[in-house]
C-alpha cells in the first residue's frame, strides 16, 4: 500500500479510502466467512463430494438434458444410507445423473455426479424418485423412478428420460431434448409397462368395468394426458 502524508490537503482523501478500506475488509471478510462455512458443511458431508465432475457437453443443444427445470433446487436425498435435506441437486435425465452442486478452489462451479448405487431416493422440486432394480419380465430396467402413487395393493411409476432428436429448421438442423416417459403399474408386486389404455384395463381386469365407467364419467382420455389418467385410475382402483 502506498505511504500517504498526513497533510491538510489529504485529510478527505484519506478518508475516503479508510472507508473504501474498511468497506472491501468487511466484504472480504463476508466471502472468507462464507467459504469457511461451505468448507465446514462439505467436510460434515464428505462422502458426498466423491464423485466425478460432470462435463456438460450439450450447449449446442436445443433445450436441456435436466428433468422439469435447469436449476440448482434444494432437495431432500438418502445417499449412503444417510439422509439430507438442504443439498442442491440437478437430475441429468439423459444421463440418468443426479448433480450435486459444488464450486472448486478458484470459486468456479464444478458439479459432481452422485453414485447412483449408493443412492435410495430423493425428492426434486416436489416430485420423489426411487431407485427400482431391473426387472426382466415387464423390461423395467435398474434406475431411478418418480414414484406417481403409492397403495396397498397398486403402485404407478414413471421413468423419466429425454432424447435428442432432429429438428428441420430453415436451412439448417437442430437438435433438440425431447422428453419420453415411461409408466409401470405395480399390482401385487409384479411391475407392468403401460403404453395404451387398454394395458390398464389388461393388467386391472378384475375391475374392469368399473375403471371403464369411471373413467368415461370423468372424461379421463389416455392419449390426452396418460399420466393425469393412470393416477386418477391407479387411486380409484386403490378405493375399491
Known amino acids: 500500500?502506498?505511504?500517504?502524508s498526513l497533510s491538510a490537503i489529504f485529510t478527505s482523501q484519506l478518508a475516503a479510502q479508510s472507508g473504501t478500506?474498511?468497506?472491501?475488509q468487511k466484504a472480504d471478510s463476508a466471502l472468507v466467512e462464507a467459504i469457511n462455512i461451505y468448507d465446514r458443511e462439505i467436510g460434515r458431508n464428505s462422502f458426498l463430494y466423491t464423485?466425478?465432475?460432470?462435463?456438460?457437453?450439450?450447449?449446442?443443444?436445443?433445450?436441456?438434458q435436466f428433468f422439469a427445470e435447469d436449476y440448482w433446487e434444494q432437495c431432500e436425498?438418502?445417499?449412503?444410507g444417510h439422509y439430507f435435506d438442504s443439498v442442491?441437486?440437478?437430475?441429468?435425465?439423459?444421463?440418468?445423473?443426479?448433480?450435486l452442486e459444488h464450486f472448486n478452489s478458484k470459486g468456479m462451479l464444478s458439479p459432481i455426479t452422485l453414485h447412483n448405487p449408493k443412492i435410495s431416493s430423493f425428492v426434486i422440486q416436489g416430485y420423489s424418485f426411487v431407485m427400482?432394480?431391473?426387472?426382466?419380465?415387464?423390461?423395467?430396467?435398474?434406475?431411478?423412478?418418480?414414484?406417481?402413487?403409492?397403495?396397498?395393493?397398486?403402485?404407478?411409476?414413471?421413468?423419466?428420460?429425454?432424447?435428442?432428436?432432429?429438428?428441420?429448421?430453415?436451412?439448417?438442423?437442430?437438435?433438440?431434448f425431447v422428453e419420453k416417459d415411461k409408466f409401470y403399474l405395480q399390482l401385487d408386486e409384479v411391475f407392468y409397462p403401460i403404453r395404451r389404455k387398454r394395458n390398464v384395463l389388461k393388467v386391472l381386469d378384475d375391475k374392469k368395468k368399473e375403471i371403464k365407467s369411471f373413467m368415461r364419467n370423468n372424461l379421463l382420455y389416455f392419449r390426452k394426458n396418460p399420466e393425469r389418467v393412470l393416477v386418477e385410475v391407479a387411486q380409484f382402483y386403490e378405493s375399491l
Open 1 to 4: 500500500m502506498m505511504t500517504i
Open 21 to 24: 478500506l474498511a468497506r472491501s
Open 51 to 64: 464423485g466425478r465432475v460432470y462435463n456438460d457437453k450439450y450447449g449446442s443443444i436445443q433445450g436441456h
Open 77 to 80: 436425498i438418502v445417499y449412503d
Open 88 to 99: 442442491y441437486l440437478m437430475y441429468d435425465i439423459y444421463n440418468d445423473l443426479l448433480l
Open 132 to 176: 427400482l432394480e431391473k426387472d426382466s419380465i415387464s423390461g423395467k430396467r435398474k434406475g431411478f423412478y418418480n414414484e406417481l402413487f403409492q397403495g396397498n395393493r397398486i403402485a404407478l411409476y414413471a421413468l423419466r428420460r429425454k432424447e435428442i432428436t432432429k429438428s428441420n429448421e430453415i436451412n439448417s438442423v437442430q437438435e433438440v
